[in-house]
């Protein structure tokens, strides 16, 4: 087996306006899936909300920076399938670039990179990239696709092994 590059911590901190899949109560039970390659992590449901507040810590091993971070977002349903409620996508060569960088001499708090959003992406605003306490960590907010409205709130830390 591959040796990893490194660890991807994902702190999954919540959903902002996401969509209402149970009409009888407005609501929906959401939880985000992520995946890379084989792995597959998920938050637990949040009942009848669109504005979860999970503040979960998933782990990814990273072996090849190259390939995108899938999310999605479902609404738990007990007797039918779970309904989709969008999904995104997020690149971390951005945060592996600044992993280059001689960060030894980096006083904490210092913002090493911005990401912007664009059609190659799926950020609803500005992204940056600070090293924050002997850590490289990224703060994002993503557009969730394939729906009608809503946001995930992530955060990213790089963890070497």
């Given at each position: 087996m591959e040796r990893p590059l490194g660890l991807l911590?994902?702190?999954?901190?919540?959903?902002?306006n996401l969509a209402i899949r149970d009409?009888?109560?407005?609501?929906?039970?959401?939880?985000?899936?992520?995946?890379?390659g084989k792995q597959k992590l998920r938050t637990k449901a949040m009942e009848k909300t669109l504005n979860p507040i999970w503040n979960?810590?998933?782990?990814?091993?990273i072996n090849d920076p190259r390939f995108p971070i899938k999310l999605e977002v479902y609404d738990h349903d007990v007797f039918s399938k779970d309904d989709k409620m969008g999904d995104a996508e997020f690149d971390i060569r951005m945060l592996l670039e600044a992993l280059r960088m001689p960060l030894e001499s980096i006083p904490t708090g210092t913002m090493l990179i911005k990401v912007k959003p664009d059609k190659e992406n799926c950020l609803?605003?500005?992204?940056?990239?600070?090293w924050e306490?002997?850590?490289?960590?990224?703060?994002?907010?993503?557009?969730?696709?394939?729906a009608e409205c809503g946001e995930i709130e992530l955060q990213l830390k790089w963890i070497n092994l």
């Open positions: 911590r994902i702190t999954v901190l919540r959903g902002i009409g009888l109560t407005r609501s929906s039970d959401p939880y985000v899936v992520i995946k890379l979960e810590e998933l782990t990814l091993s609803a605003e500005e992204s940056s990239i600070v306490n002997g850590q490289l960590i990224q703060h994002l907010f993503l557009r969730l696709r394939n």
